[in-house]
Nanobody, 119 residues
Framework: QVRLVESGGGLVQPGGSLRLSCVASGNIRNAYAMGWYRQAPGEEREMVAIQFIGGTAEYGGTMEGRFTVFRDDAENTVYLQINALKPEDTAVYYC?????????????WGQGTQVTVSS
């Protein structure tokens, strides 16, 4: 059983910063990919950022450099630093982990943490 627990969301003023955290617990270690998706009201879920086990990171097409993903495999944790927050960043942010166990692919999701950007 693998569990992802996010933290760090909240209400932030435009221009502010947040750091989201996600801790993976259970039978998982050095997952192939760890990262974040988000879903705004009325919108589809979109990828924000993913970091792979080798260190390479990929960012969603609309994430213009204000987002940084990084992971600490010793702590089984992935972070998302968001700077210069905009109202359009308001969304539920979901932690995502992809793991390969032999020939099997496992996808795990957290329950989400709300980020609201408003003055």
């Amino acid at each position: 059983q693998v569990r992802l627990v996010e933290s760090g969301g909240g209400l932030v003023q435009p221009g502010g910063s947040l750091r989201l955290s996600c801790v993976a617990s259970g039978n998982i270690r050095n997952a192939y990919a760890m990262g974040w998706y988000r879903q705004a009201p009325g919108e589809e879920r979109e990828m924000v950022a993913i970091q792979f086990i080798g260190g390479t990171a990929e960012y969603g097409g609309t994430m213009e450099g204000r987002f940084t993903v990084f992971r600490d495999d010793a702590e089984n944790t992935v972070y998302l630093q968001i700077n210069a927050l905009k109202p359009e960043d308001t969304a539920v942010y979901y932690c995502y982990v992809k793991n390969y166990r032999g020939a099997d692919v496992e996808d795990y999701w957290g329950q989400g943490t709300q980020v609201t950007v408003s003055s």
